[in-house]
């Protein structure tokens, strides 16, 4: 065959693989959007109303939201780096079986300890499937993994964000405007139950397990396992760049989870807002943030995510800081959109830096490591606030205690600047 000739064939060979390739995202983005609409609408507002209905208190209430971060806390280093040794399709398949399976307990809960203990089964779903399908879009994306990690966040975070009006809307449906029914919340976790085995399928269609070697005889061993599993937690918790960007994030949501627990209490109890524009202040910094993720993660494959990093942690911290300083409306709104762009900067570029640190065979280790830590930071946000405002502030005047948090992003960005050495021709 002549030059010219398969000049052709190249191309044509090129342009399949790229068409796998996004045909693989598109499902992985299916996958990720029924997985998450599936859990919030097991989560917000249904668990709580079910919990409640069950006859637990306010505090009861808050530990069957809160045990599947728990779950998530403690799991999500062990299943990226379980996915590094057996392979993470394999492993994405057992997250994505907890999507599919759990709901289906919901069905025979009718006590409190039982919905309990249900959550904290069905916290394996995100404990595991979150990091390791990130390893998965980074090893698809190449080198749009910034713009790829960012699409897929967005249309995850829409999932979410449709999972918990919809399940408000069932629940009122359902019950006719009355006192819900143990039934009525069976009907709704059935659904969930639903969605879970749909995004099952879609990622048996997309993801085939037979295109993943699990290695060879010697490697299978339990003893071989456990080695590579003890070297794979060793070398990222060594790993003094992968610890300081997801440490980033961390503080990042660590804001994030002050923010979504107080701005609605500051602009209600404070302002003198109806609960409607305190929803639309949260919703115009989560539309921001879907909006321009992307765009975000365009530019750091680019032009590098370190110095996009580095500065938006401060695009972050100074409306934050704002935010209790000012009582109009139209103000309130534009600190909270800076703010959703600074997010979208931030959550842009710090998974894929951390991406670009590590060895192949190291990211679902790596993400394992980000994932853990991004649910500390978020799981601490609203209490760190909450004692910052009971100590240093009051019930009127949240100043201090979120310059104390801005604070907090500022340091972080700064021993970040520090830590970091460049990587990758990322500056």
Request: with cysteine; aromatic share 10%.
């Amino acid at each position: 065959m002549s030059q010219s000739d398969s000049r052709p064939t190249n191309g044509s060979a090129a342009s399949a693989v790229q068409g796998s390739v996004v045909a693989t995202f598109n499902g992985l983005c299916a996958v990720g959007f029924l997985a998450r609409a599936s859990y919030g609408l097991a989560r917000t507002p249904v668990l709580a109303l079910f919990a409640a209905s069950l006859g637990a208190g306010p505090e009861a209430v808050g530990f069957a939201v809160a045990i599947s971060t728990v779950t998530g806390i403690f799991f999500k280093m062990p299943a990226g780096v379980l996915s590094d040794v057996i392979g993470r399709t394999r492993t994405l398949f057992m997250g994505l079986g907890f999507f599919a399976i759990v709901p289906f307990a919901y069905l025979f809960v009718s006590s409190y300890e039982a919905l309990v203990a249900v959550r904290f089964f069905h916290g394996f779903a995100t404990a595991i499937y979150g990091p390791v399908v990130m390893a998965v879009v980074v090893s698809v994306a190449g080198n749009k993994r910034g713009e790829m990690l960012s699409w897929f966040s967005s249309i995850t975070i829409l999932g979410t964000l449709i999972g918990a009006p919809l399940g408000g809307f069932l629940l009122t449906w359902l019950s006719g405007g009355q006192e819900p029914t143990l039934g009525n919340f069976h009907i709704i976790y059935g659904v969930v139950a639903v969605m879970g085995v749909a995004s099952l399928v879609i990622a048996l269609k997309v993801m085939p397990v037979s295109n993943e070697s699990p290695g060879d005889a010697d490697g299978r061993t339990l003893t071989a396992v456990w080695n590579k599993f003890r070297s794979g937690v060793t070398e990222i918790l060594m790993d003094r760049r992968v610890l300081l960007t997801s440490n980033m994030e961390g503080i990042q949501n660590l804001s994030v989870g002050a923010l979504e627990a107080f701005l609605p209490i500051y602009a209600v109890m404070v302002c003198g807002f109806s609960a409607f524009q305190a929803g639309l202040l949260w919703g115009v910094q989560m539309a921001t943030t879907v909006l321009t993720k992307p765009l975000m993660g365009r530019i750091s494959d680019r032009h590098g995510r370190q110095s996009l990093l580095f500065w938006g942690m401060f695009v972050c911290a100074i409306p934050f800081a704002l935010i209790p300083w000012f009582s109009s409306f139209s103000v309130l709104l534009l600190l909270s959109a800076i703010f959703g762009l600074g997010e979208a900067v931030v959550t842009s570029s710090a998974a894929a830096l951390v991406a670009d640190f590590c060895r192949e065979d190291q990211l679902g280790s790596a993400m394992g490591t980000f994932g853990t830590i991004f649910d500390v930071g978020h799981a601490s946000g609203p209490l760190i606030a909450g004692l910052l405002i009971g100590v240093v502030g009051s019930s009127t005047d949240y100043r201090i205690p979120f310059a104390i948090v801005a604070s907090l992003l500022i340091i972080a960005a700064i021993i970040f600047r520090k830590g970091v050495t460049n990587a990758h021709g990322n500056n």
